[in-house]
Nanobody
């Protein structure tokens, strides 16, 4: 089982920036598909961004152009740079890892990721 852990959440004003980091265990980290999801109160967990082993990235329409996902295989780390934050970006952000091949659609679905972090809170104020 891959162990996943997030950090970097906090309080930020609308329009500001925040950087989330995630580490995952395992010597095969470079082969994992890594993704960020988020869950706001009363809502389902939703896809935010994903990065594949070859660094190909994907984003939800709601964050495209504002968020950037990247990975550092030497440090088993994936980052989510969030710029121009909006009130609606407030949520608990979860990092997820999959050791298995996923299609571009499957990588946006919660059910296809077996390993999850505990989540980190992002609060956006006016």
């Amino acid at each position: 089982q891959v162990q996943v852990s997030e950090s970097g959440g906090g309080l930020v004003q609308a329009g500001g920036s925040l950087r989330l980091s995630c580490t995952a265990s395992g010597r095969l980290f470079s082969t994992y598909i890594m993704a960020w999801f988020r869950q706001a109160p009363g809502k389902e967990r939703e896809f935010v961004a994903a990065i594949r082993p070859g660094t190909h990235t994907a984003y939800s329409d709601s964050v495209k152009g504002r968020f950037t996902i990247s990975r550092d295989n030497a440090r088993n780390t994936v980052n989510l740079q969030m710029n121009f934050l909006k009130l609606e970006d407030a949520a608990v952000y979860y990092c997820a890892a999959s050791q298995y091949a996923l299609t571009s659609v499957q990588q946006t679905e919660v059910r296809n990721f077996p390993s999850w972090g505990q989540g980190t809170q992002v609060t956006v104020s006016q």
